[in-house]
């Protein structure tokens, strides 16, 4: 399951990125830390967002000013978060396929 959102995440989050999902993971988790941050109402710093996924400071940095280019993420003082119309757009977009997914793996985990 967390395969399958993490591709949904990344059509959704980095599409302008023009990457292949298993070529830029580190760029992926970070995107969605940000998001998970910014929908649980915790953003995060750039070092806890290193803690957090898993990979050095200077890494985060890179991909934090190429998600800020792509416009899926933005700072707000000392944190990132996800944009507000990138959340709105994000639900739209997949509420209905992440439903669906959560709902079928469901289905195959009470087998």
Same mark, same amino acid.
């Given at each position: 399951?967390?395969?399958?959102?993490? #591709? /949904?995440?990344?059509?959704? &989050?980095? /599409?302008?990125?023009?990457?292949?999902?298993? @070529? $830029?993971?580190?760029?992926? &988790?970070?995107?969605?830390?940000?998001?998970?941050?910014?929908?649980?109402?915790?953003?995060?710093?750039?070092?806890?967002?290193?803690?957090?996924?898993?990979?050095? #400071?200077?890494?985060?940095?890179?991909?934090? #000013?190429?998600?800020?280019? !792509?416009?899926?993420?933005? $700072? !707000?003082?000392?944190?990132?978060?996800?944009?507000?119309? /990138?959340?709105?757009?994000?639900?739209? /977009?997949?509420?209905?396929?992440?439903?669906?997914?959560?709902?079928?793996? @469901?289905?195959? &985990? @009470? $087998?």
């Amino acid at each position: 399951m967390w395969v399958e959102l993490t #591709r /949904q995440l990344h059509k959704t &989050l980095a /599409q302008d990125l023009q990457t292949k999902f298993g @070529s $830029r993971l580190a760029i992926v &988790l970070i995107d969605t830390a940000v998001f998970v941050s910014t929908v649980e109402g915790r953003p995060m710093t750039p070092t806890k967002l290193a803690t957090y996924v898993g990979i050095p #400071r200077p890494t985060v940095d890179r991909h934090l #000013r190429a998600l800020r280019r !792509a416009g899926t993420v933005e $700072r !707000a003082g000392s944190v990132y978060v996800t944009p507000l119309k /990138q959340l709105d757009r994000i639900s739209r /977009q997949n509420y209905r396929v992440l439903t669906a997914l959560v709902r079928i793996t @469901s289905e195959h &985990l @009470s $087998r």
